[in-house]
């Protein structure tokens, strides 16, 4: 596996790939990787020829300091679960190699709304920080394919969004969720909580779960919505949202009234439990 932290360096041994005729896959990370990012990069070697993987925790994208202070860095053990997944090449680029204009010299880019609800509405600034970031890994890695995870499914909306604001030729792909045996998405934040707490966990899932199964039983949607997010408190959550929405036209609107046969249904949810934050997705209607 070739290891790179210069993004010139990177360029050169790309455009040689390039000139050999191969496509390249692309799975950008923040590190602390676990089977889910795997997945991505299994995902990405069935579909492409040589398969990159970024590791930069980007401080851009964390509104709250102590947050991305928090985040843990495993690097050692992150390129043994690469290694050991047959990755090609991995990036891992400091702060200052990816920020040479500094942090605060930004573009902004125009998200519409899809930035300002749900992820959007409790981070301030977030998606600025994410599509900064990987506008400028796609211009150093300029893959054929970018793969991504539905855990995140916001933020695959925005990168999609982003790709057609630059022009960009790369294709997105969406991964499945990977969870764990009982069900709780697989996320790095996970390895924060507490033993007690990563038990309670898995009631996010539960909820999601149910609200699939409960889903088109009656027009009291919303309700369910708030039911789950009453269940969640009374489990020790401080939960930020419990929504039900439509996904059209890569865009999430809030599901006030009867969806027709053809709209994606989603149910998504965020909550704070012992201190770490966690959300998760579910399609309730419809596919991906």
């Known amino acids: ?24 896959g692309f799975v950008p990370t923040m590190g602390a990787l676990h089977s889910g990012h795997l997945s991505l990069i299994q995902a990405a070697k069935k579909n492409t020829d040589v398969v990159v993987c970024s590791i ?21 053990a992150d390129i043994k679960k690469l290694n050991d997944v047959s990755t090609d090449i991995v990036f891992l680029p400091s702060v200052d190699e990816m920020y040479p204009e500094g942090l605060s010299d930004a573009i902004h880019y125009d998200f519409g709304d899809l930035e300002s609800i749900l992820e959007g509405k409790f981070r301030p600034g977030h998606f600025q920080g994410v599509g900064r ?8 890695v300029q893959p054929n394919k970018l793969f ?3 855990k995140d499914l916001q933020q695959c909306l925005i990168v999609s969004k982003l790709l057609k ?37 898995v009631a996010i899932y539960q ?26 408190k ?35 949810i965020a ?3 012992d201190g770490v934050r966690l959300i998760d997705n579910m399609v309730l209607k419809g596919k991906l």
Not at 9 to 15: A, F, P, V
Not at 57 to 76: A, G, H, L, R, S
Not at 249 to 267: E, F, G, K
């Open 207 to 232: 909820a999601l779960t149910n609200l699939k199964n409960n889903f088109g039983k009656d027009l009291l949607f919303m309700e369910s919505a708030h039911e789950a997010m009453d269940s969640l």
């Open 234 to 268: 009374a489990k020790g959550f401080e939960p930020e949202y419990v929504d039900i929405l439509a996904l059209k036209d890569d865009m999430l609107h809030p599901l006030d009234h009867p969806a027709d046969d053809h709209t994606i249904v989603v149910a998504a």
């Open 56 to 76: 930069f925790v980007n401080p851009t994208q964390f509104n709250d300091p102590k947050d991305f202070e928090k985040y843990p860095i495993t690097i050692e």
């Open 133 to 140: 970031i990987v506008h400028k890994l796609l211009d150093i």
């Open 1 to 24: 596996m070739y290891q790179f932290k210069r993004s010139i360096d990177l360029k050169k041994h790309l455009d040689l790939v390039r000139k050999s005729g191969k496509t390249i």
């Open 165 to 201: 604001i630059i022009g960009s030729s790369t294709e997105l792909v969406v991964c499945p969720t990977e969870r764990e045996p009982d069900g709780l998405a697989m996320s790095s934040r996970n390895v924060r909580l507490s033993p007690a707490a990563r038990k309670t966990a």
């Open 148 to 150: 991504m995870g539905q």
């Open 271 to 273: 909550a704070w439990l």
